[in-house]
């Protein structure tokens, strides 16, 4: 592909220093997306994010309004990790301020998880949600990303709430003075 960048560039009537420019480019840009994609199989700070964002809350003196956990992920199998991550928060922030309200958004791939047909294959995952609604926690998906696969509100047992829109959902949450915290 260099060849032939530096071709093109001379037959353009452009030096060859032109196509030293453009190679030395390539290299940069392959060190950044190694470095990138490092970071990624490697786990980077995404987790401690999320981490960050409750210590922080906990930290000050007023509760919040609420807090709502945002979830997208391009993983069906995410929410097996993840929502025993927002149980922990819950619990933590709870414990510190009890009157606090809260709120699942779940808006990729993951959500694909909650429909009814898989719940004996997702049975932990549905007793999770089950158990954060039972605790009055609404878990959210949403219907826009669900019919780009051909998925309908009626695919989702009646337990998880299907918002038209994940983002929207969360931005009526926030009007509502809520916190988000994305969780990876």
Request: with cysteine; aromatic share 6%.
């Amino acid at each position: 592909m260099a060849d032939l960048l530096i071709i093109a560039s001379t037959r353009r009537g452009k030096s060859s220093n032109t196509g030293s420019r453009v190679l030395s480019l390539l290299g940069k840009a392959r060190s950044v997306s190694v470095a990138l994609l490092s970071l990624l199989l490697i786990g980077g700070p995404s987790t401690a994010l999320a981490n960050e964002d409750v210590e922080q809350l906990l930290t000050r003196s007023e509760a919040p309004e609420g807090v709502v956990f945002e979830i997208v992920e391009d993983d069906e199998d995410a929410l097996e990790t993840l929502l025993p991550q927002v149980r922990d928060a819950i619990e933590k922030i709870r414990a510190r301020f009890p009157q606090t309200q809260f709120a699942v958004v779940s808006h990729g791939r993951e959500e694909f998880a909650l429909q009814s047909q898989y719940q004996d294959e997702n049975a932990e995952i549905h007793q999770q949600v089950q158990s954060l609604v039972a605790d009055e926690v609404p878990v959210h998906v949403c219907e826009t990303h669900a019919g780009w696969y051909g998925v309908t509100a009626e695919d989702f047992p009646q337990y998880v709430n299907v918002a038209p829109t994940g983002p929207g959902q969360i931005r009526l949450y926030e009007e509502l003075g809520y916190e988000l915290i994305v969780v990876y």
